[in-house]
């Protein structure tokens, strides 16, 4: 999250391809600048994404199983692991033959709730291991009647939460329709996003600070803008990603649908809108005053050539929003954020973490103290949402009734309350996430309650 700079220093930055010797399957290469922070700050706190669908009909252990060795055939990077230096620097791929680990939860009674258990006590608190790989996990939950909730999880440095959710899909499809033996499969790319940039921000010059020393002030941009402050520090290393499900569906999601192509904003635009609300009436903030709300922009499109949702890679980059505070006019607000997203992106803002990361960015764990103290307190935001949009998840699939498609992440070090949006399948599903101890369940409840409160009474008065 490098773009939390302000940047002063002015100086000539070319962004060296990581080492891909071959983009063919079993290639080894180094990890990127971005993929090489994640992997860092996975090691500090669990940074993974996960996706979960609900199947109601006849499955059987088999079937996902072969359905995952398919899925493992299409992409080389889940057919990798990671290795590194005994100084825990320069992260490589490495092919690795272990299978996708499939775990089977069997329930003796109905409990809907049991999913959100799987993702908050497990996907969200342990790290895949990446030394022995693959770098991807999976779970079905089973209960009475043929009900299954399928989850698959990967680490932030080779996924985001589309690309958790086009796995979910693929695994789905695989395992209702398995390909013929022997058949040839589509073999995707080993390339890091940062490789397929458009020229222009391959090569460019951009301004980067001083990281700060013996308690200097860098000049960060957080100045004015309000912080949500948490109510206790947890040291990077303790940090714990819990899970908050809320979710909007039928005649609600459909009038928020309605109100916002009225007002002209985004989905996102008014549900980031309705969080920096929450945070504002939670610490009592005066009206007008500036919170800033981190919003992770999809640039699979822009990239040369385009890359699809079913590839595998973390397509993401946070921008900063500064929103002012209007109790009374959740449109502004929300029209505020689309307004600031659209201009940084078309600035180029999005391709700019990469570069400063290949820069600035920790070569690992033992010295990344000073970098993520730096984030935490003079970061641009510590409150972001990511938001997937409308994600095309099958309703049906032979037999099989499906619903429920979303996914969550982990905050790792880089915030203390967030969401994960996607609507799928007929619903909105908004998904809450907070630091563990520095928020308690209390207040993350009360964040997540006001946030849902402010968008459906922002709907029923547009």
Do not use: K
Not at 158 to 178: F, H, K, N, S
């Amino acid at each position: 999250m490098m773009e939390a700079f302000r940047m002063d220093i002015p100086v000539s930055l070319t962004v060296p391809t990581p080492g891909v010797a071959d983009p063919r399957a079993g290639a080894t290469r180094t990890l990127s600048p971005t993929e090489r922070w994640y992997w860092i700050a996975d090691q500090l706190s669990t940074n993974n994404c996960a996706a979960r669908v609900r199947v109601e009909g006849e499955l059987s252990m088999t079937a996902l199983r072969g359905a995952l060795g398919a899925l493992q055939a299409r992409h080389p990077l889940l057919r990798q692991a990671i290795t590194a230096e005994l100084s825990g620097v320069d992260p490589r791929f490495v092919p690795t033959d272990n299978p996708i680990p499939l775990r089977e939860v069997v329930l003796a009674r109905p409990d809907d709730a049991r999913w959100a258990d799987e993702l908050d006590g497990t996907e969200l608190a342990h790290p895949l291991d990446w030394r022995s790989g693959p770098l991807a996990r999976a779970v079905v939950v089973s209960q009475p009647g043929q009900v299954h909730d399928l989850i698959i999880s990967a680490p932030h440095c080779v996924a985001d939460g589309t690309t958790v959710l086009a796995l979910l899909r693929q695994w789905v499809r695989l395992t209702a329709e398995p390909p013929p033996a022997g058949q040839p499969v589509p073999s995707g790319s080993v390339l890091p996003p940062e490789a397929r940039f458009p020229a222009r921000h391959r090569e460019t010059s951009v301004e980067l600070p001083d990281l700060p020393t013996g308690g200097a002030d860098p000049g960060a941009v957080e100045r004015d803008v309000t912080r949500l402050a948490p109510e206790r520090f947890v040291p990077f290393d303790r940090r714990r990603t819990r899970l908050l499900h809320r979710f909007l569906a039928g005649d609600a999601l459909e009038g928020l649908a309605l109100a916002c192509r009225r007002e002209g904003v985004s989905m996102h635009g008014v549900l980031a809108a309705a969080m920096v609300s929450a945070v504002a009436r939670d610490l009592g903030a005066p009206t007008s005053a500036s919170f800033a709300i981190g919003s992770p922009v999809d640039f699979r499109d822009e990239l040369d050539p385009p890359v699809s949702e079913d590839e595998i890679g973390s397509f993401v980059s946070a921008l900063p929003s500064v929103v002012r505070y209007r109790p009374d006019d959740l449109w502004s607000m929300a029209r505020s954020v689309n307004r600031e997203i659209r201009e940084r992106r078309e600035r180029g803002e999005h391709f700019l973490p990469p570069r400063l990361l290949a820069e600035r960015g920790p070569a690992g764990v033992a010295d990344s103290g000073p970098f993520v103290r730096f984030m935490e307190e003079h970061g641009p935001f510590n409150v972001f949402i990511s938001n997937m949009g409308r994600f095309d998840f099958p309703d049906t699939l032979g037999a099989w009734r499906l619903s429920g498609a979303q996914v969550v992440g982990g905050i790792s070090v880089i915030g203390y309350f967030a969401a994960v949006a996607c609507t799928s399948q007929g619903q909105l599903s908004w998904n809450f996430l907070y630091v563990d101890e520095a928020i308690s369940l209390a207040r993350a409840e009360r964040l997540a309650d006001a946030s849902m409160a402010a968008v459906l009474a922002a709907a029923s008065t547009a």
